[in-house]
């Protein structure tokens, strides 16, 4: 008998894969300082929680949130922008860094008018200038 190591033949059903997370192009993050708000289930679906945060970088699939306390945080969670008026973002937590920054993926691709928006209402100074258009 030989020891020789079975033939593994590529197979389309070996690799199982999602349009969002495996082959979606990754769009490039821009820095931005707005309030927002964190909202999720505790316990089950006994109530809704919320915790306030501020987003540090923003692209239009992704976000790196700064949180003010540590906290239990579940895998899915809305994510509020009050001040843009843009309600509940679902968003999935890709990663927890030690320093109270999590980074989130957006369950939909924002559009160029929710950024704008985003960015209108930023306390960064790269988004001083930037206007509303309210026509569009």
Do not use: W
């Not at 020789?4 to 690799?15: E, G, S």
């Not at 109270?100 to 200038?129: C, G, K, Q, W």
């Amino acid at each position: 008998m030989s020891g020789a190591a079975p033939v593994v033949h590529q197979h389309f059903l070996n690799k199982e894969e999602s349009f969002m997370y495996d082959r979606e192009a990754n769009f490039p993050m821009e820095d931005t300082r707005n309030e927002a708000r964190i909202e999720f289930t505790e316990k089950g679906m006994q109530h809704l929680s919320s915790r306030r945060c501020e987003i540090i970088k923003l692209s239009k699939s992704s976000a790196l949130i700064g949180i003010m306390t540590q906290f239990q945080l579940p895998r899915n969670f809305y994510l509020d922008i009050p001040s843009a008026r843009i309600p509940l973002i679902g968003c999935l937590l890709k990663r927890v860094h030690g320093n109270n920054i999590i980074e989130a993926r957006f369950l939909r691709l924002l559009t160029d008018r929710d950024l704008n928006r985003i960015f209108v209402y930023s306390m960064h100074p790269n988004h001083r200038n930037r206007t509303l258009d309210i026509y569009r």
